[in-house]
């Protein structure tokens, strides 16, 4: 524990955070490439850079994964490197690697079979063929919130990403230069697959099309009106750096909106957005990465609260110096939360450095938990407590749980539109992680009382929700160790016994999983099929979950909390894969994350969770 402390020491920054990577693979380092080389902004010694690190990451046969344990390679993940690579200029097309790449991508379907935001990626320049609809079309904007469906009932991540592709969608656009390549060898037929089910897209045009004739008083020029909306929508969520939404997607596909609506390559807008982009680069075993975004608040909330968790003061100036960082970036701001509930004072925290109004719930009870000390002796930190946690406690949902950005946007419609991802990309629907690190923030930190109509609410959200063999689906981690771990230590927290059996199911289900060395390790295949897969060997972050979910359910020590306890210790004197295996996700099946604070951070809670109990 102290090695770990010290650790975190050394790390934190001048100003009181942490930045450790938020690393989710090479797709954002080959598009970023595309986007330079599509901009002639020839920034060489980035692409350079970037160039490296992707060819870094190929494997012996010439694919990239998204994980360690994806067989043979993902398509849309080979199609973006090989892509990059070729617009680099600093690879040839006949380089052994790169034929080893076309080689995988033939052999498994052809560039016909990446996943949507690839293809989008591929029309907007030139390299993949526009569909004749767009199962959104532009003129969504426009509905207004009372409407069966509107823009607003998709989550603010869907509508982040999908304004800019309505309108370049809605223009079709398209965007090469004279060093563009030529992927048409990586075709496995003359006809391209589309991006979706014509017919369902055709059913779906339909209806908007009626629904608007049926509105009286619109006026001819409707199409203008919802171009220009989808423009404003994305011009007032400019962040200071000049990304939208802090996303890297969205600011991506936001500059090409921009180009298609007329802005030149040079526009200040873009070159802002650029900037923005490239402030998000972080350096990996000496090699670039662009992240995503930052997750440098997460960081260090999780890392504020983990410390004095593990014996560290409040006035140590350690935490003292990341918790003036977070009293910073508590959100003032009405961001898109507020029209879905309406009448409420903005409180909440957001995931990034530069996040000034996308705030969401799990940022926002981590940053209340790391200065929970200091609210009763500093009328500062009081008064950002209270609107936090009013904040928090308006945003259950109506179904008794909590989602991560907003409250109640998850309508059955809204799963029919026929948007590869959608469970993920669409809807903000309550989540097991949510709702349980939301009770276990209520529960062992407020004066709320425990019979309390909102803790009995999400108390029931969570019991309906468990999973027959007794675990829970975790939405924002892999995967059902991580939602057990926030449901069990939820519960507990919320005076659930112990032994009620939907507890025992679960601690049962955490015994039959555990590895023979004493530890966890889960798959992210497990998102895809819905069910537990096991990783086949263990690793630190999965196995704290795991313990600190025993160890809250537990009045004493068990052989497999023992077991788990003694594996960690192990696993800190030997890192191996496992370390940098990704147990984040954003969206399964496309984007995962490896957080490189986690493995400091969850073995400290665990270990710090294991002294407190038991060995006071």
Not at 17 to 46: C, H, K, Q
Not at 96 to 111: D, M, Q, T, V
Not at 282 to 310: C, D
Request: hydrophobic share 40%.
């Amino acid at each position: 524990m102290n090695r770990l402390i010290q650790q975190l020491r050394n790390d934190q920054t001048p100003n009181g955070s942490w930045e450790y990577p938020f690393e989710s693979g090479i797709s954002t380092d080959a598009y970023m490439i595309i986007l330079l080389r599509t901009l002639e902004m020839n920034e060489e010694e980035v692409i350079r850079e970037l160039t490296t690190r992707i060819l870094s990451r190929q494997d012996p046969n010439g694919a990239w994964k998204l994980f360690h344990d994806e067989e043979n390679g993902n398509v849309s993940s080979t199609v973006e490197a090989y892509y990059s690579l070729l617009y680099s200029g600093y690879v040839s097309k006949d380089d052994p690697r790169l034929l080893a790449a076309k080689e995988f991508i033939l052999a498994n379907g052809g560039i016909e079979k990446s996943l949507l935001f690839t293809k989008i990626m591929l029309a907007l320049t030139g390299q993949y063929e526009w569909p004749p609809y767009f199962p959104l079309p532009v003129e969504m904007l426009l509905l207004p919130l009372q409407f069966p469906i509107n823009f607003y009932d998709i989550s603010v991540y869907g509508r982040s990403n999908l304004a800019p592709i309505m309108i370049v969608a809605d223009k079709k656009f398209v965007k090469t230069t004279k060093r563009s390549p030529s992927l048409s060898d990586l075709y496995s037929s003359s006809k391209t697959d589309g991006f979706f089910n014509l017919h369902d897209i055709q059913q779906l045009i339909s209806l908007f099309e009626h629904s608007f004739k049926s509105l009286p008083g619109l006026p001819h020029t409707i199409h203008e009106l919802a171009m220009n909306r989808a423009k404003q929508y994305m011009l007032t969520r400019i962040e200071p750096d000049g990304t939208l939404c802090s996303y890297f997607s969205s600011t991506f596909l936001m500059i090409f909106a921009l180009l298609a609506l007329g802005h030149s390559n040079r526009d200040p807008l873009i070159i802002k957005a650029i900037r923005g982009l490239q402030s998000m680069k972080s350096t990996i075993q000496g090699h670039i990465h662009m992240q995503y975004t930052t997750a440098t608040v997460w960081n260090t909330n999780l890392i504020s609260f983990t410390l004095q968790k593990a014996g560290v003061l409040s006035t140590d100036p350690v935490v003292q110096k990341a918790n003036r960082y977070l009293a910073g970036r508590q959100q003032t701001t009405y961001g898109d939360w507020a029209l879905h509930n309406p009448g409420v004072i903005p409180g909440g925290w957001g995931f990034s450095d530069i996040d000034t109004f996308i705030p969401d719930i799990d940022d926002t009870t981590a940053s209340l938990r790391a200065i929970s000390r200091l609210v009763g002796t500093d009328p500062h930190f009081h008064q950002a407590w209270n609107k936090g946690v009013q904040w928090v406690l308006s945003m259950q949902n109506s179904d008794g749980g909590w989602a991560s950005f907003e409250k109640n946007v998850n309508k059955a419609i809204v799963h029919l539109l026929p948007i590869e991802g959608g469970r993920f990309l669409l809807t903000d629907s309550s989540s097991s992680d949510l709702t349980g690190r939301t009770l276990e923030f209520l529960g062992n930190y407020t004066n709320l009382p425990k019979h309390h109509q909102t803790i009995k609410r999400g108390i029931d959200w969570l019991l309906h929700h468990q999973e027959k063999d007794g675990s829970w689906y975790g939405r924002w981690g892999i995967c059902y160790i991580y939602g057990t771990w926030a449901a069990i230590t939820g519960l507990a927290a919320s005076g659930v016994s112990s032994q009620h059996p939907s507890i025992q199911k679960a601690v049962n289900w955490l015994h039959s999983i555990q590895n023979a060395d004493g530890g966890w390790g889960e798959s992210c295949k497990s998102d895809l099929a819905n069910a537990y897969v096991p990783l086949g060997s263990s690793n630190s972050t999965q196995t704290a979950w795991a313990l600190d979910a025993l160890i809250a359910a537990s009045d004493q020590i068990t052989p497999e909390i023992n077991k788990g306890i003694a594996y960690l210790l192990e696993a800190s004197k030997q890192p191996d894969w496992t370390d940098s295996y990704p147990v984040g996700q954003g969206m399964g099946g496309g984007f995962y994350i490896h957080y490189h604070s986690y493995q400091y951070i969850f073995p400290l809670l665990a270990l710090a969770h294991y002294k407190r109990k038991f060995e006071m």
